[in-house]
Nanobody, 122 residues
């Protein structure tokens, strides 16, 4: 079983920065891809950033140029760097990580982090 532990959320003023982390632990071969979502109460979960297995990054228009997704394969950790934060970025952020299972099958499977709250307010 794979476990994801998110960290890094908190309260920040508009224009500030936060860095979210999502660390994977358990028995697996490696991280293949990652999506970061966010959700506001009463609204659907929104996909904000993707890092594919080919290291292609994609962002929703509202965060382009401000957010950056990356991963550290050695630490089995994925990151979401958030700069120039706006009040409308306030949400609970979730990582959704696709891991490569152990040999010999190397099966792909996706797991969710527990979520971390980001609040942007003065």
């Amino acid at each position: 079983q794979v476990r994801l532990e998110e960290s890094g959320g908190g309260l920040v003023q508009p224009g500030g920065s936060l860095s979210l982390s999502c660390a994977a632990s358990g028995k697996f071969f490696g991280i293949n891809a990652v999506d970061w979502y966010r959700q506001v109460p009463g609204k659907e979960r929104e996909l904000v950033a993707t890092l594919t297995s080919d290291n292609i990054v994609q962002y929703v228009d509202s965060v382009k140029g401000r957010f950056s997704v990356s991963k550290d394969n050695a630490k089995n950790t994925v990151f979401l760097e958030m700069d120039r934060l706006k009040p409308e970025d306030t949400a609970t952020y979730y990582c959704n990580v696709e891991v490569i299972g152990s040999p010999p099958r190397f099966r792909l499977a996706k797991y969710w982090g527990q979520g971390t709250l980001v609040s942007v307010s003065s």
